[in-house]
């Protein structure tokens, strides 16, 4: 069973900085890439960052500067460090992977993991 899972979550001071983890477990031989996306009570779920395999990243203009994605290939697992969070960062934190092959030759397109909630606040 291929499944991705976040943490690192939890509550920060405007200013401060979290790291998120995502890691994608099963006989995995490759995934494409790996995203963030968050989604705020009451608002539409959007994409944060997202890095393909040959380590090419991609930002949103309201998270650059501030938020830097990585991944490790060896271990499945990508990283959000967000440095200078403010509280309208506040969300739950969902990992996605595209295009996931497994040693069986089973692809799986699209994997999102159950979210990790990032509260900004003094």
């Known amino acids: 069973q291929v499944q991705v899972v976040e943490s690192g979550g939890g509550l920060v001071q405007p200013g401060g900085s979290l790291r998120l983890s995502c890691a994608a477990s099963?006989?995995?031989?490759?995934?494409?890439?790996m995203n963030w996306y968050r989604q705020a009570p009451g608002k539409q779920r959007e994409l944060v960052a997202s890095?393909?395999?040959?380590?090419?990243?991609n930002y949103a203009d309201f998270v650059k500067g501030r938020f830097t994605i990585s991944r490790d290939n060896a271990k499945n697992t990508a990283y959000l460090q967000m440095n200078s969070l403010k509280p309208e960062d506040a969300a739950v934190y969902y990992c996605?992977?595209?295009?996931?092959?497994?040693?069986?030759?089973?692809?799986?397109?699209?994997?999102w993991g159950q979210g990790t909630q990032v509260t900004v606040s003094s």
């Open positions: 890095i393909t395999t040959d380590g090419t990243t």
């Open positions: 099963g006989s995995i031989l490759s995934i494409h890439a």
């Open positions: 996605h992977a595209d295009l996931i092959q497994d040693y069986s030759g089973n692809i799986y397109p699209t994997l």
